[in-house]
């Protein structure tokens, strides 16, 4: 029952961590053997050259340029149809009076709930942590409905006035449709994740008009670095988009503004606080949003219901307050333009902060990036207007006068002393809506660059830079995940460990666990299950009742009974009902704290959809031998390459 990892699992893990075909290639190729080949060794070596080379690399390339096509038509569309939907919702209030728009998104919750529930559950929320999952632990596989499905349930949510961006519904519809490229190609796991790469940087660049912002966000949220080989089709594709979505769209930003000017250098210093305190605000913003979400799994009402329920609650602070409808980037440059005062910008900040989550957490689609930028730029105006307020009004306001004097008679000697001459509050809003993001999505570069390409304003580049790295380096230190990997977190899933390469935190349970497990039946006597544990060698087993568990019994009960009462006693009366038990589909760096937690060696695993049907068994030793698998291969390979190295050496001498 306990034996370790089966053959096929070693093979599998050999054929994994074998070494890339290059290093294999490098081999063949060692000046040592170049000259005793023959014929078809040469030709055996040039066709798997030439379908690497010309047929896997250059149909890569061809496919992100054809995805970078349907990424921008893909946006084109989703934003078409989401004004379509808000056209439709909003006759109810027109209609019916403006009470009545609180059930606009209780509307669009039922619509939705029954769409991703029956077709594509992966179609709630955000969309972002479902694509980094499919990239770190699928093989950039996502079913050919998703994306689809995601585009009709996001337009619904986002037209009926849900809180929701729609940054994270285009990269998983664009993902989702360049994963059908690379089923349809048969390409293998690694270039499929890339085409997927590629669809969220078209996806995004088009959206937002920002295609190195794109490029930056596919590679350095989805993709987790930069790589020589995801470079050129990553751009491609961002760079085919844009141009589609301006040829249909325009050239215009979806955010218009009028550029602001930093008035002097002293002012990082501000800046610099504000994204110290937006990065403690982040955390906040984490913590509030997957609260209300936790509050919603734990309501017993139907999923179809759910973002009805999330729908009713939003409805009910729009009749109020009708800024914190959708993303709200109009309302983003009404503050920009200084249109909100101080009061008005720190409740709809906080009332952001939760309809977004009654939004999605409740079952809606729509993405959380429009969310904080809306967050961001609240905090941040009301930040510029409070610094304004109490240090140019009253501790410098009673001397302006003399500022003013010595500003017109020395000319730029005024400004220095007294900066209050070009000093603008909101952009502290601008900065804050980018500082935040940064600290809650973790991607400081690509904030920064997405927002100087939709403002095209260069002056507030130091600003964004200082406010946006402090928010991110601090709110690193305060919580590791962010706003996208604490969804796979508590799935299980280790998203930043994966990128890291640990094999425990992107094998899942059922890859590892022993599936033909040995067990008891509660009618027989302990002294028989000792029998058993002395012929087989093992320590425990489950024990189940007309084939369903009901506990386990392991040496130190079946010892403890047998000093007692010899072991008389039926299994019934002494098996353990309180067992630990884990799902198949959960990591098996879960399972390894789950052991540490409860002080046990094994975990049953059981079904997800019946805890009484065991599936399987997952050990400790299933687990060390995994992790040894990995590492004995990992160093044979620093060896090869050693090795290599040492061979190209020789080979340059003798060409010397």
């Keep these: 029952m306990y034996t370790s990892c089966n053959s096929e699992l070693l093979v599998q893990a050999k054929l994994v961590l074998l070494m890339p075909r290059c290093v294999e290639m490098r081999i063949k190729f060692s000046f040592r053997k170049i000259f005793s080949r023959n014929l078809s060794e040469w030709k055996k070596d040039f066709k798997t050259f030439s379908h690497e080379l010309i047929r896997v690399r250059i149909l890569v390339i061809v496919l992100s340029g054809i995805i970078g096509i349907i990424g921008g038509v893909s946006a084109v569309a989703f934003r078409y149809l989401t004004d379509i939907f808000v056209d439709w919702f909003a006759t109810i209030p027109d209609y019916l009076g403006w009470p009545f728009i609180v059930f606009m998104p209780a509307l669009g919750g039922l619509l939705v709930g029954g769409l991703v529930t029956r077709y594509a559950s992966e179609a ?145 210093v501000f800046f610099l606080i504000l994204g110290l305190l937006l990065a403690v605000l982040s955390v906040f913003w984490v913590k509030i949003f997957y609260w209300i979400s936790d509050i919603f799994d734990r309501i017993k009402v139907s999923p179809y219901f759910k973002p009805v329920l999330g ?118 809003a601008l900065v804050g809506s980018a500082a935040l ?105 489950p024990v189940v009742e007309d084939g369903k568990l009901v506990g386990v019994i392991d040496f130190n009960d079946v010892t403890e009974e047998m000093l007692d009462r010899k072991g008389e006693d039926l299994v019934r009366d002494v098996a353990i009902r309180d067992y630990v038990t884990i799902g198949p589909d959960e990591t098996v760096h879960a399972a390894l704290d789950k052991m540490i937690q409860h002080g046990v060696d094994r975990l049953i695993v059981v079904d997800p959809n019946d805890e009484l049907k065991m599936i399987g068994l997952i050990t400790r030793t299933d687990i060390l031998y995994l992790h040894e698998v990995k590492y004995v291969m990992k160093e044979k390979r620093d060896k090869l390459k050693e090795k290599l190295a040492k061979i190209a050496e020789l080979a340059e001498d003798e060409e010397l």
């Excluded at 003013?404 to 209050?420: C, E, I, K, N, Q």
């Excluded at 890859?511 to 093992?538: A, G, P, R």
């Design 311 to 428: 729908g009713l609650g939003v409805g009910l602070v729009i009749v109020v307050f009708p800024q914190v409808m959708g993303g709200g980037y109009q309302v983003m440059e009404q503050v920009f333009a200084g249109g909100i005062g101080l009061g008005l910008l720190l409740i709809l900040g906080l009332l952001k902060m939760i309809t977004t989550p009654l939004t999605l957490g409740s079952g809606g689609s729509g993405g959380v990036f429009a969310p904080s930028l809306f967050i961001g730029a609240m905090f941040g105006g009301a930040f510029g207007l409070a610094i304004h307020f109490l240090l140019f009004g009253r501790i410098l306001g009673p001397f302006e006068p003399v500022f003013a004097y010595l500003d017109s008679t020395l000319g730029a000697l005024g400004p220095p002393l007294h900066p209050y001459f070009g000093f603008n509050p909101m952009a502290y």
């Design 124 to 268: 709630r929320g955000s969309g972002m942590p479902e694509v980094m999952e499919a990239v770190a632990l699928r093989e950039g596989k996502i079913r050919a409905r998703v994306p689809f499905v995601k585009m009709l349930a996001s337009a619904l949510t986002i037209g009926s006035g849900g809180s929701a961006g729609v940054e994270g519904p285009i990269a998983h519809i664009s993902a989702g449709l360049s994963s059908i490229f690379g089923s349809r190609f048969k390409l293998n796991g690694r270039y499929t994740r890339l085409l997927v790469v590629c669809g969220v940087a078209a996806g995004i660049s088009a959206l937002f008009n920002a295609p190195i912002g794109g490029v930056l966000f596919a590679l350095e949220v989805i993709y987790g670095g930069i790589e020589a080989i995801a470079v050129i089709p990553v751009v491609l594709s961002s760079v085919v988009a844009t141009a589609v979505s301006r040829v249909v769209l325009g050239e215009q930003s979806i955010l218009q503004l009028t550029p602001f000017v930093l008035s002097n250098s002293w002012e990082l």
């Design 437 to 541: 993001f940064a600290a809650a999505g973790r991607a400081p570069l690509t904030v920064i660059v997405m927002i100087f390409e939709m403002t095209y304003d260069y002056y507030l580049i130091l600003p964004l830079m200082i406010a946006c790295a402090a928010s991110y380096i601090l709110s690193r230190v305060i919580m590791r995940e962010d706003i996208y990997t604490m969804k796979l977190r508590r799935r299980g899933i280790d998203f930043i460990a994966k990128r890291r390469g640990d094999v425990l935190d992107y094998t899942k349970v059922k890859d590892i666990m022993v599936t033909d497990v040995m067990t008891v039946n509660i009618n027989m006597t302990v002294f028989q299950v000792l029998e058993l544990m002395e012929k087989y060698h093992h320590m425990g087993f």
